[in-house]
């Protein structure tokens, strides 16, 4: 029902930026909760940050102060722009939609790869 794209990763050096958008088509964006989370090489998903439809966020303490959720509901898309880049924000970023009023985000992109040098 709802499709999720993301796009924007790609290699960086420690201190960059990336911003990473996800598509989203097949529902309807402006009622949906928001997320993007993020998984490591060998390790487990991670919440990276989340945006309400009413546009409260909320962030990891590992990115609060570097990173920004942010939604279009005009282009049905949310942003994550990521300054100062640790080499440990390395890792493939997924997009994520909560659709029903459950604790859960229940349709998930494919994911985009960030990899940061340093």
């Known amino acids: 029902q709802v499709q999720l794209v993301e796009s924007g990763g790609g290699p960086v050096q420690a201190g960059g930026s990336l911003r990473l958008s996800c598509a989203a088509s097949g529902g309807t964006f402006s009622s949906y909760g928001m997320g993007w989370f993020r998984q490591a090489p060998g390790k487990e998903r991670e919440f990276v940050a989340t945006i309400k439809r009413t546009g409260t966020t909320y962030y990891a303490d590992s990115v609060k102060g570097r990173f920004t959720i942010s939604r279009d509901n005009a282009k049905n898309t949310v942003y994550l722009q990521m300054n100062s880049l640790r080499p440990e924000d390395t890792g493939v970023y997924y997009c994520?939609?909560?659709?029903?009023?459950?604790?859960?985000?229940?349709?998930w992109g494919q994911g985009t790869q960030v990899t940061v040098s340093s």
């Open positions: 994520a939609a909560q659709t029903v009023p459950v604790p859960k985000y229940d349709y």
